[in-house]
Nanobody, 123 residues
Framework: QVLLVESGGGLVQAGGSLRLSCSASGPIFRINTMGWYQQAPGKQRELVAVITSDGSTNYADSVKGRFTISRDNAKNTVYLQLNSLKPEDTAAYYC?????????????????WGQGKQVTVSA
């Protein structure tokens, strides 16, 4: 299977910045879409931003102009730069990726999640 490992996150004051990284490993054939989702306590997991293999991006309205998603295809890594952070951005952030991987001589679909990284923004 394909494993996603996240890094970054932490505690920051309102107006500050953080960077999240997520690297995929395993018998990867191709990664299609990579993205970031946020989940605040008691709320459903919601899309923050996604990026396709050719670099097309899509953002939640709440983060447009503040967050930037990017990826390094050679490193199978996706990044999320979080600027102008607000207390309402406080949540666990999860990396997501889908694509194809090698399995027993075949190529199969994968859809993987990272373990989540906490981002806390103080007022």
């Amino acid at each position: 299977q394909v494993l996603l490992v996240e890094s970054g996150g932490g505690l920051v004051q309102a107006g500050g910045s953080l960077r999240l990284s997520c690297s995929a490993s395993g018998p990867i054939f191709r990664i299609n879409t990579m993205g970031w989702y946020q989940q605040a306590p008691g709320k459903q997991r919601e899309l923050v931003a996604v990026i396709t293999s050719d670099g097309s991006t899509n953002y939640a309205d709440s983060v447009k102009g503040r967050f930037t998603i990017s990826r390094d295809n050679a490193k199978n890594t996706v990044y999320l730069q979080l600027n102008s952070l607000k207390p309402e951005d406080t949540a666990a952030y999860y990396c997501n990726a889908d694509g194809l991987y090698y399995s027993g001589g075949a190529i199969r679909d994968f859809h993987s999640w990272g373990q989540g990284k906490q981002v806390t923004v103080s007022a």
